[in-house]
């Protein structure tokens, strides 16, 4: 008698788990097509007059750069850099002149009030739009109050993006934490 106690419940739980897994196996590719479709949409955002992108697989010496997303105007460059509180993930749109077209601050978690200003601040964001290749906070960029090592992290994954496209150099101390 004891063990038919246990027979159903076991049943009802090796049911359950085959209905879970034919679901997640049913709506993984579902899942991975909606992600790839929202990452094409920010892609295209991010790159005016961009109608598509492929992922090129980055080889450079670079540590910044985490991703390269190539259009047929462009590039959408991922950066990731170190913060104060821990490292920035970017996603820069660059034209094939080195001209940043947009940024967006992916994840962060800077200070609330002080570098967290790095998301949403377009005056602080707005510095970079158009304005030239490589940006140094205190010379082409002027910090986030309170905030300098966010804004120079943020100068520096912006510098990188462009030197990707351009093929620059950016070993200078113009992208150099002291600099």
Do not use: C
Not at 145 to 157: F, L, M
């Amino acid at each position: 008698m004891k063990q038919n106690q246990w027979l159903a419940p076991v049943a009802a739980l090796l049911l359950a788990a085959a209905v879970l897994l034919l679901g997640a196996t049913v709506l993984a590719p579902i899942a991975r097509e909606n992600k790839e479709q929202e990452l094409q949409s920010i892609l295209s955002t991010l790159l005016p007059g961009a109608e598509s992108f492929t992922q090129e697989e980055y080889t450079g010496e670079d540590e910044i750069i985490s991703a390269v997303y190539k259009a047929e105007n462009g590039y959408v460059i991922e950066t990731v850099t170190a913060g104060y509180a821990g490292d920035i993930t970017m996603l820069v749109g660059v034209y094939s002149d080195g001209s940043i077209a947009s940024l967006v601050v992916r994840d962060m978690q800077e200070t609330y009030g002080l570098g967290m200003g790095a998301l949403s601040n377009v005056d602080f964001l707005s510095q970079f739009l158009w304005n030239g290749t490589s940006f140094t906070v205190g010379e082409n960029v002027d910090a986030l109050a309170g905030a300098t090592v966010t804004s120079k992290a943020v100068a520096k994954a912006v510098t990188a993006a462009s030197s990707f496209v351009t093929g620059a150099d950016i070993s200078s101390g113009a992208t150099e934490w002291g600099g």
